[in-house]
């Protein structure tokens, strides 16, 4: 195995046994479950009340000009697309030859199904691409984007933004289940 194949199988052992097994069964009603009064979302366009909204097409995604000093909790669909856009997709087009992805003007999903299409695809390119990367690609900076540190770094924090993330995820589906308390509703 590579040193970059063994970078990729930290996160893709992640994604296969907890990350992407987790995600089954997501439905829409809880893809947009604000679980307190002002949560960040996915929302229909010209619906949101956050200072900010980006997004082309029907559905925006809540945002600021800069982060709030008390971070607003944010739904699943916020936390997907931030994976699919800022974790994923950015370093994809930059260091991979991926399309060009930019948060202001990105198609976010209106449905679970269409988020998670999205995530698959954007994690393949991902993954694939770090596989491909030499020793040296590895231990040098990235010729094209703005990031300046050793590629090897970069992947290792993108291992740890989807674990993260993930995890948040994961937190909010059994905070979903467990609702008030009562039996867990099977999703």
């Known amino acids: 195995m590579t040193r970059s194949e063994r ?3 930290q996160l893709d052992r992640h994604w296969h046994r907890n990350l992407r097994p987790r995600l089954q ?5 809880e893809y947009f479950w604000e679980p307190v009064r002002g949560c960040w979302s996915i929302r229909p ?3 949101s009340a956050a200072p900010m909204s ?6 925006t995604m809540d945002c600021a000009s800069t982060d709030p000093v008390l971070a607003p909790v944010t739904t699943i669909a916020w936390r997907l697309a931030h994976i699919i856009v800022s974790c994923l997709g950015y370093r994809v087009g930059w260091h991979f030859a991926g399309p060009d992805i930019d948060f202001q003007t990105f198609a976010y999903a209106g449905t679970a199904d269409e988020a998670l299409k999205q ?4 994690y393949g390119r ?25 590629m090897e770094g970069i992947v290792l924090h993108v291992n740890r933004e989807l674990i993260h993330h993930g995890a948040e995820i994961s937190l909010l589906r059994d905070l979903y289940r467990w609702q008030d308390g009562t039996v867990p509703r099977r999703v």
Do not use: K
């Not at 069964?25 to 009603?29: M, P, S, T, V």
């Not at 995530?119 to 954007?122: A, F, H, N, P, S």
């Open 54 to 59: 980006a997004g082309s097409g029907e559905w």
């Open 45 to 47: 366009y010209g619906t």
């Open 7 to 9: 970078i990729a199988d």
């Open 25 to 29: 069964g997501l439905a829409d009603e």
């Open 126 to 150: 991902w993954d694939a691409g770090v596989r491909e990367l030499s020793d040296v690609d590895l231990a040098n900076p990235p010729t094209a984007g703005p990031e300046r540190f050793p």
């Open 119 to 122: 995530l698959d695809e954007v």
